[in-house]
């Protein structure tokens, strides 16, 4: 008797089986990969009457033939790990069809339970099934279920402790039935492998399945029909599907944004205290510097954006979930095939939107090479959750609210119509001979399950918080390190230190002047008395750009507002003397024509690494100096330093530019070659300059 | 007459299916065989038929319908 009893999961896509998983293990999850190839590996545990259980759930897979990744993983791993029982989840309202795999499963030998899973749909279709019948013609275990609402899921634990436990003596007890494989096996030349051989194999499991069906399954001709025709009849419409989609994807960002602006305000005083009181505690020097503009600047203005992820995901998985992508996928197969590509193609974009990286992966599922590379070579242009970040900082800094909505939509969709033109391109320039067949199931809808959506939300939302927390917290303090060093020299310091020490000097004197500007502005002809200029003139402006900023505060301290003036003069000229500032500098030339100074550049390296990293640094490039400021204070500066046309350019050239290291890295990976990943971010750079210069040089004309 | 031309709503058997082997093992397992009967829940889409087969719903592209010999 073993301690660990390891069962599989296996089933169609669509079955309900993520969802039983969840059921079984609840929380205690984990994802891997499986090895060698980028299918996802959910792994859970759970304990049944003192026994640990551990569950895998394999890739949701029609057949073992090995035609894709899903289905080599799911073969070998129950070839290679041998799992002391398999679980069969089946969708009980598409039993003919489901019964293939579980055929095909039997055949592999392990043990194994067949789960009926929503039966409740099932009968509501007038779809009955005898389980126990079912049960006797297969000589397995069937048990029913459902799996959304948790029902019958615990004696899915009890039928496999118990069938654990009997067949720990490799009794296999061959069926009455005949075994389908037999078909295969009797072709002797090549012992049940070539092509002939599967047909005889196929055509005798649909028999048996035909057979079975007959016995156990009662379909009541007159229940009503599923409601997935009169849905489908308007969401897939030829002329409405694809407003229905646009409108539908506009509807999630807009959700994105409305909805996450609350916990993000609350993040981002979190994190203020929490700067405030570091600020409070530490002695001024580098390593306070660190702390407050590397590390809480850095990661803090990451993290801030981790509502607007969550929202995002959610709203995506709610679509999969659904049943509504695979709609989609069969609406854009139209518009995809135009230019070369699949309707498939749709869903590795759409994992895309969330991560680029998953997206390249996901491109395996086509199984044709040119439709495969187009697909790959275009997913940095479907916007990754990561530049979102970008966007969420610079639309609310320069764009009113009504319109943030719209330009965030008009940026995806800048990026698709990009992604058409290159894939049109690529379409042309390697002609694309034989398309790949398109076929895709629709799943029946239903409302999603909030386990299903709510742990997969949370998982990605994981991601994103480990990734701030490792990559970006380490890039935060390398680029805050380029960011301060070298410091400047002593001679410069004490420039500084005496222009504040004059203004201290001179604080009444620059507060009756200021109450005297005040006065003059509120009654601009009756008190126009000239006032005196004792100040240098440095300090005046300084002065003037500070009043300008705090206008709205008229109790401001004009002499604090002098200091910080100062203050930031002296961070910019330390952060012009830094490395990070000499690189910027050096490819100022080049980015001039877009609008972008020296600080964008050295922001836009950081990007390089990874692309949210870009607002990271514009927080490190102009926290400088300002650490003690709260709330929203990096909006407001860019506010004050550029045109919203420039923050527009930046989104732009973020869009498209410079593909992620790890992009780079996996698009070398899944082309098989470098040159595919030098070609990819070398070309996306070029046409990102080409097109960010144009809007930049055409809009400053407007 | 091949699956492309059938009409939404109407019922039909599979006779044959004249595509590469990729294509014909991917149909296997979702369900589609000769002999088996077919609804066709909606072709008015340009480039795919939608249809139900052994109880799920399958978008074909018209590639594949083409060459799918029904009667």
Redesign the interface.
């Known amino acids: 008797m073993k301690n660990v009893i390891k069962i599989a999961l296996a089933g169609n896509p669509n079955s309900g089986k993520s969802t039983i998983f969840n059921r079984l293990t609840g929380a205690k999850q984990t994802v891997g990969n499986f090895p060698g190839v980028t299918v996802e590996r959910y792994e859970g545990r759970t304990r049944f009457e003192g026994r640990d259980v551990s569950v895998v759930d394999l890739p949701g897979v029609y057949s073992l033939a090995s035609y894709s990744d899903e289905e080599r993983v799911a073969a070998e791993f129950l070839k290679n790990e041998t799992p002391d029982v398999v679980v069969n989840v089946v969708d009980a309202a598409s039993l003919e069809r489901n019964l293939y795999l579980t055929l095909v499963l039997k055949e592999q030998g392990r043990p194994l339970v067949v789960v009926l899973n929503m039966i409740d749909v099932a009968r509501r279709r007038g779809i009955d099934v005898d389980a126990a019948a079912l049960s006797k013609e297969l000589g397995v275990p069937v048990l029913q279920t459902v799996g959304n609402r948790g029902v019958g899921v615990e004696e899915i634990l009890a039928e496999v402790v118990r069938v654990a436990e009997s067949s720990s003596a490799p009794a296999e007890t061959p069926s009455a039935s005949a075994c389908p494989s037999d078909a295969a096996k009797s072709c002797e030349h090549c012992g049940g492998e070539c092509e002939l051989a599967q047909t005889a194999a196929d055509v005798a499991r649909y028999k048996e399945i035909g057979r079975l069906c007959a016995r156990c399954v009662k379909t009541d001709a007159d229940a009503p029909a599923s409601g997935s025709d009169k849905i489908d009849a308007i969401l897939t419409h030829r002329f409405l599907g694809i407003p229905i989609f646009l409108a539908a994807m506009y509807l999630v960002f807009q959700l994105t944004f409305t909805l996450g602006s609350y916990p993000m305000d609350w993040i981002d005083a979190g994190f203020g205290a929490l700067s405030d009181w570091v600020d409070g505690a530490m002695s001024e020097g580098v390593a306070k510097s660190l702390i407050i503009d590397g590390i809480i600047g850095g990661v803090g203005g990451v993290l801030v954006f981790l509502p607007n992820i969550l929202i995002l995901f959610l709203a995506i998985s709610i679509l999969e979930d659904s049943g509504y992508m695979a709609r989609a996928a069969l609406l854009c197969d139209r518009w995809m095939r135009r230019v070369g590509l699949h309707g498939k193609s749709v869903v590795p974009a759409l994992v895309g939107f969330g991560c680029t990286v998953p997206g390249i992966m996901a491109a395996k599922m086509l199984s044709d090479r040119k439709e495969r590379l187009a697909t790959m070579f275009i997913l940095p242009l479907f916007s990754c959750g990561a530049r979102f970040p970008i966007y969420a900082l610079l639309i609310p800094a320069f764009f009113p609210l009504e319109w943030q909505g719209l330009i965030l939509w008009g940026i995806y969709l800048i990026g698709i119509l990009l992604a058409v033109v290159v894939a049109k391109v690529m379409d042309v320039v390697f002609k694309n001979d034989e398309p790949a067949p398109f076929v895709i199931e629709l799943p029946s809808y239903h409302r999603p399950t909030l386990g299903v959506v709510g742990v997969h939300t949370l998982e990605r939302g994981w991601q994103y918080v480990k990734k701030a927390g490792t990559i970006i917290f380490a890039i935060s303090v390398l680029l805050w390190a380029l960011t301060t060093f070298p410091s400047l020299d002593a001679e410069t310091v004490a420039k500084f230190d005496a222009e504040r020490a004059r203004i201290e000097e001179n604080a009444d004197q620059i507060r009756a002047e200021a109450a005297a500007q005040l006065a003059e502005n509120a009654q601009p002809k009756e008190n126009a008395e000239p006032t005196e200029i004792t100040q240098p003139e440095e300090t005046a402006q300084f002065a003037e750009i500070a009043d300008a900023e705090t206008e709205e505060a008229e109790e401001a301290d004009p002499v604090a507002d002098a200091l910080a003036a100062v203050d930031a003069a002296e961070g910019q000229a330390a952060l012009e003397r830094s490395y990070a500032g000499r690189v910027g500098r050096a490819i100022e030339p080049i980015l001039r024509p877009m609008g972008f100074d020296w600080k964008i550049g050295t922001a836009l390296i950081g990007a390089i690494a990874a692309k949210e990293v870009f607002v990271a640094q514009m927080g490190v490039v102009y926290s400088v100096g300002e650490a003690d400021e709260t709330s929203e204070p990096l909006a407001e500066t860019l506010r004050a330093n550029y045109s919203p046309l420039v923050g527009f350019c930046i989104m732009l050239f973020c869009l498209i530019a410079t593909p992620c290291m790890a992009t780079f890295a996996v698009m070398a990976k899944e082309a098989g070659s470098w040159k595919w990943a030098f070609a990819q971010w070398f070309g996306l750079t070029a046409i990102a300059w080409v097109l960010t210069t144009l809007v930049y040089q055409i809009g400053k004309m407007c | 007459m091949t699956l492309a031309d059938a009409l939404k709503g109407q019922k039909v058997t599979i006779v044959s299916m004249d ?13 589609l ?1 000769p002999g ?1 009967r077919v609804r066709v ?2 072709n ?5 038929s ?1 249809i139900e ?9 018209r ?2 319908a083409r060459f799918i010999v029904v009667k």
């Not at chain 2, 008015?44 to 795919?48: E, N, R, V």
């Open positions: 595509l590469t082997e990729l294509g014909v093992n991917r149909l296997t397992a979702l369900g065989t088996v829940v909606d008015s889409l340009k480039d795919a939608i087969c052994r109880g799920s719903r399958l978008a074909l592209g590639g594949l």
